[in-house]
């Protein structure tokens, strides 16, 4: 059973920063060695679009309005990946949701709100 967490939502103001966590705590290292994982964002009325997405070799991907401003990166030991957002903008609010895909499956999280004042 997979098993996504993620953590680090939140309300920030323009310009601030954010961390995002999604895990999988119970699967072995060699699978999540294995695993591709992406984050994506979800507003209102819109579907969900890639935001970033990182490879099981370490190869990232941004979204061109992220790009500059977010940072993804796995910790293989820890079997997560983590998400940095610096100099948030408003139209970066929306829920966030890890998604893994191992194995040809893919697995979604919950979701995390983030939320940017102006």
């Known amino acids: 059973q997979v098993h996504v967490m993620e953590s680090g939502g939140g309300l920030v103001q323009a310009g601030g920063s954010l961390r995002l966590t999604c895990a999988d705590p119970r699967v072995i290292t060699s699978v999540f060695r294995s695993d591709n994982m992406a984050w994506y964002r979800q507003v209102p009325g819109n579907s969900r679009e890639l935001v970033a997405s990182i490879a099981s070799g370490g190869d990232t991907n941004y979204a061109d309005s992220v790009k500059g401003r977010f940072t993804m990166s796995r910790d293989n030991a820890r079997k997560r990946v983590i998400l940095q957002m610096n100099n948030l903008r408003p139209e970066d609010t929306g829920v966030y949701y890890c998604?893994?895909?191992?194995?040809?499956?893919?697995?979604w999280g919950q979701g995390t709100q983030v939320t940017v004042s102006s």
């Open positions: 998604a893994i895909d191992r194995r040809g499956s893919k697995y």
